[in-house]
């Protein structure tokens, strides 16, 4: 099942994501998407104050008082800086490449790579730079084990990290499209964005899970309400935005994928359940 799992997902990546050069850090349809993005670029007509954003974005907790629209887009811009350090130390330390790394895992690099730029972009409809700032630094530990666990083991814990993450992106997305909705073309480009990013990390929670055993599996799913709940603890902003009682709620129960990928507008795949 899993091996068959992961053959569909070596074939939904190279569809999806058309040639990708390693090199060049490019999915060629990704490119394609990106043209489609510069071509229509939306604007938000929301005044936000581009000195408060930079000086909370080196905030472990926020200043007081600031709106909602300004915490949404704090939130964005913390978790891209956690993805960003593990995608960064992945690709310095060459975790995918040489002759003997498998396409799917080039791929997945390269579509994290892509969600910097995609949440930049959602910062770029506000007018706001994407600043490189490390996450905090219990953040940056768990970041690190993720990356040099051994592979054999990795996956299970990898896998619930891909997991929380689907949360984290699923409810950021209600949240931009529910706060921006008296503008529709930004709310739009908000779910747009989100529902790429979200389309590839079902499928990477697919591919951890179909390279684990059943019992790393329970692993993987023990361990994702717990990582779930160190990332909102560790990004205050997300703790303002979403209820917590409410998240810890969705955390607790069973990993939901069809809940996930039912307004999605593109096809997912996942080669395994969690
Ligand atoms: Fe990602
Ligand atoms: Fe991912």
């Not at 090199?23 to 007509?45: I, K, N, Q, W, Y």
């Not at 129960?253 to 593109?266: H, I, K, Y």
């Amino acid at each position: 099942m899993s091996a068959l799992g992961i053959e569909g997902y070596r074939e939904f990546l190279a569809r999806r994501d058309g040639d990708a050069d390693l090199l060049h850090r490019r999915l060629a349809s990704r490119e394609e998407f990106f043209g489609g993005l510069e071509a229509d670029p939306v604007r938000s007509t929301r005044p936000i104050d581009r000195d408060v954003f930079a000086r909370n974005l080196h905030r472990r907790r926020p200043e007081p008082g600031l709106s909602p629209e300004m915490l949404f887009l704090l939130a964005t811009a913390k978790l891209n800086q956690a993805e960003r350090f593990g995608v960064g130390l992945g690709e310095t330390y060459g975790r995918n490449s040489g002759d003997d790394t498998l396409p799917e895992r080039v791929y997945m690099e390269l579509e994290e790579h892509y969600h910097t730029r995609l949440l930049a972009y959602v910062l770029d409809m506000f007018g706001l730079p994407f600043h490189v700032v490390p996450p905090p630094m219990v953040m940056r530990q768990f970041v690190k084990i993720n990356v040099f666990l051994p592979e054999r083991i990795g996956f299970g814990f990898v896998g619930a990290a891909e997991m929380a993450g689907c949360i984290m992106f699923d409810e950021l997305r209600r949240v931009g499209v529910e706060l921006f909705a008296d503008e529709p073309d930004v709310a739009a480009r908000i779910e747009s964005l989100y529902s790429e990013i979200l389309t590839d990390e079902v499928g990477h929670v697919g591919y951890c899970a179909a390279r684990c055993t059943s019992a790393e599996r329970t692993v993987m799913r023990w361990l994702y309400p717990r990582f779930g709940r160190l990332f909102a603890r560790q990004t205050a902003e997300i703790s303002m935005l979403i209820d917590p009682k409410k998240l810890h709620a969705r955390l607790d129960e069973p990993f939901n994928v069809d809940q996930l990928t039912a307004g999605l507008p593109n096809d997912t795949f996942l080669a395994a359940h969690p």
